[in-house]
């Protein structure tokens, strides 16, 4: 079955930075596009960044152009987001999936919080 599994959130000053990293198993993940997404409290969850199944081709969310960089590791059944220049906007529980049509099955996600 599949399974997603998000880490490395955490509580970080304005202008901080953090690395996630979501480790996927259960399907062929070199051959799927990913995305993150992130839901913060009281609204629905949102479309982040894109990668293509070999790292050609990335799309990013305004909210996050300029800021962002995912990247993944087929070897390791990795996709990662480097999120640089945080704001307190970005606070927020993130995850990973496909791009739609997602998996029913999410991970637990990893909450990051931007807080001085």
């Known amino acids: 079955q599949v399974q997603l599994v998000e880490s490395g959130g955490g509580l970080v000053q304005p202008g901080g930075s953090l690395r996630l990293s979501c480790t996927a198993s259960?399907?062929?993940?070199?051959?799927?596009?990913m995305s993150w997404y992130r839901q913060a409290p009281g609204k629905e969850r949102e479309w982040v960044a894109t990668?293509?199944?070999?790292?050609?081709?990335?799309k990013y969310a305004d909210s996050v152009k300029g800021r962002a960089t995912i990247t993944r590791d087929n070897a390791k059944n990795t996709v990662y987001l480097q999120m640089n220049s945080l704001k307190t906007e970005d606070t927020a529980t993130y995850y990973c999936?496909?791009?739609?049509?997602?998996?029913?099955?999410w991970g637990p996600g990893t909450q990051v919080t931007v807080s001085s």
């Open positions: 999936n496909r791009p739609y049509p997602s998996f029913a099955s």
């Open positions: 259960g399907f062929s993940f070199s051959t799927y596009a």
């Open positions: 990668i293509g199944s070999t790292s050609g081709t990335t």
